[in-house]
């Protein structure tokens, strides 16, 4: 069985730095062509892909995001750790992450995180 | 900045057929772009049900279909049911970095 949780702050103040993780079971990220990544989604808005990692590490992000976001895994945790920097109240949003095998299939419950002073 | 479009919204009878389209501002969206599809029903996480144009996940109900379609990806729900009524959303596939399309609101009337 396939799983993926987020676990994280639900309030963060402006500025701060948001530490995001993705704990997941039913499958290895040091597999062949499996990548956990994150998207976003704020209140009643569309979901937003933030970034993603493979199994050899290779790291891809948002181009408008890429300079406050650090995906990280540690494959021997099953976990997958998502920074972005300097918050802002428009980074308000439920925050999901996935695996994504061939394509995206498996999705956490998402977590809400909420930015204010 | 690469924007992905859908339609805002659409309407569809209870067994009826409709299609769903994902545009892309950088051209026409082909197998190379790996389409995927999503449901997001209110309140819940979204549930894939398409991946790289075509292919349905185990748990993809058959009236769903995927294509590519006048230069757009496609999403067809054929025989619809009162529960298909949900927010879709495309992913297309750029090189590395994925972009979400803005969703489609499927309305069934």
């Known amino acids: 069985q396939i799983t993926l949780k987020e676990s994280g702050p639900t309030l963060v103040k402006p500025t701060e730095t948001l530490t995001l993780t993705c704990t997941f079971s039913?499958?290895?990220?040091?597999?062949?062509?499996?990548?956990v990544g994150w998207i976003r989604q704020p209140p009643g808005k569309a979901l937003e892909w933030l970034a993603l990692i493979y199994w050899d590490d290779d790291k891809r992000y948002s181009p408008s995001l890429k300079s406050r976001l650090t995906i990280t895994k540690d494959t021997s945790r099953n976990q997958v750790v998502l920074t972005l920097t300097n918050m802002d109240p428009v980074d308000t949003a439920t925050y999901y992450c996935a695996r994504r095998v061939g394509g995206v299939d498996y999705w956490g419950q998402g977590t809400l995180v909420t930015v204010s002073s | 900045q690469t924007v992905v479009t859908q339609e805002p919204s659409l309407t569809v009878s209870p067994g009826g057929t409709v299609t769903l389209t994902c545009a892309s501002s950088t051209g026409a969206v082909t197998s190379g772009y790996y389409p995927n599809w999503f449901q997001q029903k209110p309140g819940q996480t979204p549930r894939a049900l398409i991946y790289?144009?075509?292919n349905l996940h185990s748990w993809t109900p058959a009236r769903f279909s995927g294509s590519l379609l006048g230069g757009k990806a496609a999403l067809t729900l054929s025989g619809v049911q009162p529960e298909d009524e949900a927010e879709y959303y495309c992913?297309?596939?750029?090189?590395?970095?994925?972009?979400f399309g803005g969703g489609t609101k499927l309305t069934v009337l």
């Open positions: 992913l297309l596939y750029y090189g590395g970095v994925w972009v």
């Open positions: 039913g499958f290895s990220l040091s597999t062949s062509g499996v990548g």
């Open positions: 790289s144009t075509t």
